[in-house]
């Protein structure tokens, strides 16, 4: 298995709402990110997990909360967001941070529309 | 600081016209550097990168040390090339940035 899978693939909810992105990998490695993309943009990296163990964290704001529950899964939860957080969300992978291993496999995303 | 900058939004072609999307960096270090291609409704996905110096879908892409670059060249562009390309850059410890990237188009 060379992908990673993230559901869902779309999610719409309101600023109370409480949600979860989930995404996961079969491939072994051990480093796991989430990026932010608007329309049209690059992605944004959000939190970089290494060895299951949050390694960096771009100044994302704590509505956002990642977690790393094993090596192969990686979520991102959602709690009182704002409209202006609508965007797709990806997750990709590497089999580390360092060396030769910083190729990044990427999931399709999950879209959100916060409302 | 690290910073890659494609200067190019928008490289429009006719097809079987050669093709190259420029790509410059700034990084004091040995930094790795890979483009990413992201076709209409797909995944990003790894085009090149750097340290393995192949040539994938006729594309190439060589590392200037001297003119901090690593632009992407194809000779003949064809309308299945069509899309978003992304130049990164990634050093020990650290995560992918991403250039703002260049839309290709290719028309027949």
């Known amino acids: 298995d060379t992908e990673v899978t993230q559901t869902p693939k779309h999610l719409v909810m309101g600023m109370t709402n409480k949600k979860s992105l989930k995404c996961e990998q079969h491939?072994?490695?051990?480093?796991m990110y989430w990026y932010k993309q608007k329309a049209k943009k690059p992605p944004e990296l959000m939190f970089v997990y290494s060895y299951e163990k949050l390694s960096i964290n771009e100044s994302v704001p704590s509505r956002f909360s990642p977690e790393c529950p094993n090596s192969s899964l990686l979520n991102l939860h959602l709690h009182a967001l704002q409209p202006e957080d609508s965007a797709l969300y990806l997750c990709?992978?590497?089999?580390?941070?360092?060396?030769?291993?910083?190729?990044?496999?990427f999931g399709e995303g999950s879209r959100l529309t916060v409302l | 600081a690290q910073r890659v900058t494609q200067p190019e939004k928008l490289l429009s072609v006719f097809k079987g016209a050669p093709v190259e999307l420029k790509c410059n960096y700034s990084y004091s270090g040995s930094p790795e550097l890979f483009w990413y291609v992201q076709y209409s409704r797909q995944r990003l996905q790894l085009l090149l990168r750097h340290i393995s110096r192949e040539s994938i879908k006729g594309f190439t892409a060589d590392l200037n040390k001297g003119e901090t670059s690593f632009h992407l060249k194809k000779p003949f562009a064809q309308e299945e090339d069509s899309a978003m390309y992304y130049c990164a850059l990634s050093s020990a410890g650290t995560a992918l940035i991403f250039g703002k990237g260049t839309t290709l188009s290719v028309s027949s």
């Open positions: 491939m072994g490695h051990r480093a």
């Open positions: 990709a992978s590497s089999q580390d941070i360092t060396g030769n291993g910083r190729e990044l496999f």
